[in-house]
């Protein structure tokens, strides 16, 4: 069965460089059609969507945190990775990872606080 | 790009039916038949219970259903149970295929 994992650090400084993990397992980013997305929520807040990394390596980003944003996937170890560069207080959210393009599966989520 | 247009809230009572919309543009929803919904419920994570406007994954009671007409979607639970009780969301590609959207969420009730 299709299984996620986000990993990586709960607390970050301002203006510090964010990397995720995702960590899957039941699926393969190099079987053609398959992506996997990354997701994010704010405490209290609705989800908004940050990114997606194709089986092809095509990757897409949100308009509004392109500039900040990269996605990279090492198929050999079922990860894909994320970074998000210079941190906010306003990026305190619960990153989530999901398989697919319509995020049929999605992982446990991870919260991340951005505090000095 | 711009999130998808909730109420912020609904709610029915038990067996009822309630209606959830979701409003958008020709850029996504009217531009393409790829609208999901997420069940979520408090410290837990979404769960797709439509996708592609009206598919249901396995798993998922019929008394969960999608539609779409123009640049709105909606869903609908009908018989409402207490576990329906949750915050939805929905989705849709947009812009060629290159991005995906989220709505603003609406917090059903359950009285």
């Known amino acids: 069965q299709i299984t996620l994992k986000e990993s990586g650090p709960t607390l970050v400084k301002p203006t510090q460089t964010l990397t995720l993990t995702c960590t899957f397992s039941g699926f393969s980013l190099s079987t053609s059609g398959v992506s996997v997305g990354w997701i994010r929520q704010p405490p209290g807040k609705a989800l908004e969507w940050l990114a997606l990394?194709?089986?092809?390596?095509?990757?897409r980003y949100s308009p509004s945190l392109k500039s900040r944003l990269t996605v990279t996937k090492d198929t050999s170890k079922n990860q894909v990775v994320l970074t998000m560069t210079n941190m906010d207080p306003v990026d305190t959210a619960t990153y989530y990872c999901?398989?697919?393009?319509?995020?049929?599966?999605w992982g446990q989520g991870t919260l991340v606080t951005v505090s000095s | 790009q711009s999130a998808l247009t909730q109420p912020p809230s609904a709610s029915g009572s038990p067996g009822q039916s309630v209606t959830i919309s979701c409003t958008g543009t020709s850029s996504d929803i009217g531009g393409y038949d790829y609208v999901s919904w997420y069940q979520q419920h408090p410290g837990k994570a979404p769960k797709r219970v439509i996708y592609?406007?009206?598919k249901r994954p396995s798993g998922v009671p019929a008394r969960f259903s999608g539609s779409k007409s123009g640049s709105t979607a909606s869903l609908t639970v009908s018989g409402l149970q207490a576990e329906d009780e949750a915050d939805y969301y929905c989705?849709?590609?947009?812009?060629?295929?290159?991005?995906?959207?989220f709505g603003g969420g609406t917090k059903l009730t359950v009285l």
């Open positions: 989705s849709s590609f947009a812009d060629s295929n290159k991005f995906v959207v």
């Open positions: 990394i194709y089986w092809d390596d095509d990757r």
């Open positions: 999901a398989h697919s393009r319509s995020f049929d599966y």
């Open positions: 592609e406007v009206n």
